[in-house]
């Protein structure tokens, strides 16, 4: 099955900077990556997405990049705000009925 | 427009007790179903998901049980609790791809 992994597990930045947020992935039928955003006590809400026929996509403050070949994909987020802090996690799907989630990483960003 | 609904918010029950959340889908018929659980900070663990009625795919053994007796209706059972069993409980729906969340289930087990 799917194994997808996710680093760091925390990261701290000053407001204003950039966060990046990397994932790889074992399954090179995976062809779906969404990433999701939990707040503190709150279910995790899907943020942007990217398909595998895609290399980069972006949703203003929000970037995702893909590497099919290296099989890694990251979250690139600019500017950053204090609500932007957060759990976020990566995942991926193969079609195969279901989404496997990386571990999660909690950004912190400094007023 | 397609709502997940998912209860109880929070739960508190003692150890060997027994356990039923239930998770309705409205809007969409025959979804992909899904129970996820995230133990204190750590991640998004997958326990089951349902691609129809009776349908129940497991992804880790332990003592809790799926079930989904309607097709937009995914219940997450266990017969008796363990300390280890509390956790923040999701339920998910979604196609094949995306998977969009309830507001999840707090449970804790004394």
């Known amino acids: 099955g799917e194994n997808v992994e996710q680093h760091p597990s925390t990261l701290s930045v000053q407001e204003g900077d950039s966060a990046v947020i990397k994932c790889t992935y074992s399954?090179?039928?995976?062809?779906?990556f969404p990433w999701y955003k939990q707040e503190l006590g709150k279910r995790p809400q899907l943020i942007i997405d990217?398909?595998?026929?895609?290399g980069e996509k972006k949703d203003q403050r929000i970037a995702v990049t893909l590497n099919k070949t290296a099989k890694h994909f990251s979250l690139h987020i600019t500017e950053t705000q204090p609500e932007d802090s957060a759990v976020y996690f990566c995942?991926?799907?193969?079609?195969?009925?279901?989404?496997?989630f990386g571990i999660g990483t909690k950004l912190q960003v400094i007023p | 427009s397609q709502t997940i609904h998912q209860w109880p918010a929070t739960l508190v029950q003692p150890v060997g007790s027994p356990l039923s959340l239930e998770c309705t889908v409205e809007?969409?018929?025959?979804?992909?179903l899904y129970w996820y659980r995230q133990a204190a900070g750590r991640g998004l663990q997958l326990l089951f998901y349902?691609?129809?009625?009776?349908?129940i795919s497991s992804e880790v053994p332990q003592n809790l049980s799926a079930s989904r007796p309607q097709d937009r209706q995914f219940i997450l059972s266990s017969k008796k609790l363990l300390l280890s069993d509390s956790g923040f409980y999701l339920c998910?729906?979604?196609?094949?791809?995306?998977?969009?969340f309830g507001q999840g289930t707090r449970l804790t087990v004394v």
């Open positions: 998910a729906w979604g196609p094949i791809t995306e998977a969009f």
């Open positions: 399954d090179s039928a995976s062809n779906y």
């Open positions: 990217i398909r595998s026929n895609v």
């Open positions: 995942a991926g799907s193969g079609g195969y009925q279901k989404v496997t």
């Open positions: 809007g969409t018929s025959n979804p992909n």
């Open positions: 349902s691609v129809g009625i009776g349908q």
